[in-house]
């Protein structure tokens, strides 16, 4: 037996399509090149002491900060104004949902494999990007970063997922598409599935849960 009781999944990029695919979507929108979020994001590192997403996602500043903040670095890298009014809203409405493995997490619960969530999110977005998912009916809880104070890969929320399910890392397999995600999950004990694509992932998990 491969040991492995439980399947603990991120969210975006995962169970949606990938962040990146949606922050061109919203570029589209507000007229923002790629390339200006690093850059505005270490002009805000510089001044104001701290990543501001880092500090977003674990709840230390509100959605709004946040906002002023990119803003603010925005208009430094850019030489011009930038309004990011609403960018969380068209963020989320830019994830769609990855069914094909939304049904493969059903079929692992029917066979008695136990599901969670840990995602590194926003407080404020909460009420918008759950509706997306059948939380309630799949999961048995969310470890969402930015109600715990801590984020990925930091080891406090490895061990916040751990003490919920109950279980050692040992039994657990750990979904993320980021790479340093899934490497602290597996310091933490699980076993990581990087996920590239739905097909990739769903192969690679199939092998972490079969007996041998």
């Known amino acids: 037996m491969s040991g492995v009781q439980a399947v603990v999944s991120d969210f975006g ?3 949606t399509t990938p962040l990146m695919d949606a922050f061109r979507r919203v570029q589209d929108d507000i007229d923002v090149p790629l ?7 270490a002009h805000s590192l510089e001044h104001d002491g701290e990543h501001p997403l880092y500090a977003l996602e674990r ?24 309004s ?6 068209r963020l ?10 939304l049904d493969h997490y059903r079929g692992l619960r029917d066979r008695g494999i136990r599901l969670a ?23 048995e809880f969310v470890v969402d970063s930015a109600f715990v104070g801590t984020r990925k890969p930091e080891p406090e929320i490895y ?14 397999a750990f979904v993320d598409d980021v790479e ?22 769903i192969a690679a998990l199939d092998a972490v849960l079969s007996p041998g």
């Open 159 to 172: 061990a916040i997922v751990l003490d919920r399910i109950g279980l050692p890392g040992s039994a657990c």
């Open 35 to 41: 390339d200006a979020y690093p850059r505005a994001f």
């Open 92 to 101: 989320m409405a830019a994830l769609d949902t990855n069914h094909e493995l």
């Open 59 to 82: 709840g230390e500043i509100a959605e709004g900060e946040f906002i002023a903040r990119l803003e603010r670095g925005m208009e430094a890298v850019l030489g011009r104004p930038i």
């Open 117 to 139: 969530l840990c995602t590194n999110n926003v407080r404020e977005w909460e009420p918008l990007w759950r509706p997306k998912l059948p939380v309630d009916e799949l999961f």
């Open 13 to 15: 990029g995962v169970l």
């Open 180 to 201: 340093v995600n899934v490497a602290g999950a597996e310091a933490a004990g699980m076993r990581g599935v990087h996920f590239a694509d739905t097909a990739q992932a």
């Open 84 to 89: 990011l009014h609403g960018f969380g809203e």
